[in-house]
């Protein structure tokens, strides 16, 4: 996809890639209403993009337009407003998006703009609040904006707050993304989601165990997510990412996702990314550190 949306002369343009659920647990739910889980993150190397440019008078541009959601209720906006409210700078910003990511699609398109929001906007304002900082301005956004803002494969526990930092195998995967949205609100209200699964320690989690739970919720919902993954499976072994829609494989290398991939049909999108350990907005953001 071509960088139309973000102009030459952006001051900074940074990824804001996707992440996979390896596995997510539902243990219980919570006097507020939140579920108890447990997850692992890995991220891809494939995602959004934002172009970021400062302004002096204090203004939030945001000057890609996404159907079906107000401009100052953009987690991109949300997020730069924030920023600017714990820092009390007097900049603003002029931002665009290169949207890649499917909405609702459980990869973390949303989240993973946020962070890219505060991580870049901290640096293009100076305004060096730090990670843990940062990380506690992303949870009040979202459960998921942490882990962006972290950037580190993690097994995250409580609402997903609660990060260990993990080292894992940097498989390809193949991402397919069947034409639905899926409501994480109406996935976790479901009265047939599984809430019980015990604890798992990280240690047995990465030798390989786990489910996803809200997988047999979403196949029960949306019949295009069971549609594909019966079709997916065919080929290797697959399963939701998050409360979907996306699902995913993993393959030991490029051409075996690559060939799986040709054979899906032209109506279940798709596409092919390294999982990695470090985020690829904080591999950049370390190379423009080093500058």
């Known amino acids: 996809m071509t960088n139309t949306a973000i102009p ?27 579920h108890e889980l447990q997850t692992l993150f ?18 939030i541009h945001l000057h890609t337009p996404i159907e079906g959601v107000p401009h100052d209720s953009n987690l991109i906006v949300r997020a730069a407003k924030r920023l600017q409210q714990a820092s009390g700078t007097a900049l603003g910003a ?25 991580l870049g906007l901290d640096h293009l304002w100076h305004t060096r609040l730090g990670e843990d900082r940062l990380a506690e301005l992303g949870l009040a956004l979202g459960a998921d904006v942490p882990v962006f803002v972290r950037g580190r494969a993690a097994f995250a526990e409580g609402v997903g707050e609660r990060l260990t930092p993990v080292e894992l195998e940097e498989p390809w995967f193949l991402v397919a993304a069947p034409q639905v949205f899926v409501s994480t609100a109406e996935v976790f209200g479901s009265p047939e989601l599984t809430r019980d699964t015990p604890p798992i320690k ?18 029960k919902r949306y019949p295009e997510v069971r549609n594909a993954l019966i079709l997916l499976n065919k080929f290797v ?39 990695r350990n470090i985020s690829m907005l904080h591999r950049k953001l370390q190379a423009l550190a080093k500058k």
């Open 94 to 118: 002029d931002i665009w998006l290169d949207k890649r990511l499917p909405m609702g699609g459980g990869i973390g398109g949303g989240s993973s703009d946020a962070a890219t929001t505060l």
């Open 202 to 219: 990280v240690r047995s989690l990465l030798a390989g165990g786990g489910r996803n739970d809200c997988q047999p919720v979403v196949e």
């Open 42 to 59: 890995q991220f891809l190397d494939h995602g959004d993009e934002l172009g970021f440019s400062a302004r002096e008078d204090g203004e």
């Open 237 to 275: 072994p697959t399963r939701l990412t998050g409360t979907g829609a996306c699902i995913f494989g993993s393959f030991p290398n490029r051409d075996d996702a690559d060939k799986v991939a040709r054979q899906l049909p032209g109506t279940l999108p798709s596409f092919v990314a390294q999982g």
């Open 8 to 34: 030459t002369h952006a001051e900074l343009i940074l990824p804001a890639p996707a992440k996979l659920n390896l596995m997510l647990h539902i243990l219980g739910r919570r006097a507020d209403g939140y």
